[in-house]
């Protein structure tokens, strides 16, 4: 079902109209899975927020890990597709699926993770200790208790 209408396109306009895809695509995906997980786990629309809010309650987090996963296809899985769809006859080999990567850079991407760890909890520790001037005092509180 390759639609294939850009492939002549210029760079530019192929980013911006990806671009244009992945949001349309994420607001279908997160409009039809906030209302499956309406009736899914039978919430009230405009509790939502409480929900969100009280991380206390292991109900409320069974829902946010659902909406994680609904964000994630909706954002990262599905819009290469349908992008892919618009770009190439053969959505498959657009976006390299028969092709396994190679050992050498399986190692390096773990070393990646493994390395940016220390670099991620430096600035984690860096912002906690994050000092604000005295006028900013509210805003200062206010990142405290989101945290």
């Known amino acids: ?7 002549q396109s210029t760079a ?5 109209f990806a671009l244009f895809i992945m949001v349309i695509v994420f607001l279908i995906v997160l409009l039809i899975g ?3 997980g309406i009736f899914i786990f039978d919430v009230n629309i405009f509790e939502a927020e409480n929900v969100f809010n009280d991380l206390s309650n292991p109900a ?3 829902i946010i890990k659902y909406f994680q996963i ?3 296809l909706g954002l990262f899985v599905i819009p ?6 618009f770009y190439s ?3 498959i080999q ?3 699926l028969k092709t396994y990567p190679n050992i050498t850079e399986l190692l390096l991407v773990i070393i990646l993770i493994i390395s940016a760890v220390p670099g991620i909890n430096l600035l984690a520790e860096i912002n906690n200790n994050i000092q604000l001037p005295d006028f900013m005092e509210p805003v200062e509180t206010w990142m405290r208790a989101s945290e």
């Open 1 to 7: 079902m390759a639609i294939n209408y850009f492939t």
């Open 60 to 62: 409320n987090l069974s």
């Open 34 to 36: 906030t209302i499956a």
């Open 12 to 16: 530019a306009f192929r980013l911006f």
């Open 70 to 72: 609904i964000n994630s």
């Open 94 to 96: 657009y976006l390299s």
């Open 80 to 85: 290469p597709f349908v992008i892919a769809a």
């Open 89 to 91: 006859k053969d959505i």
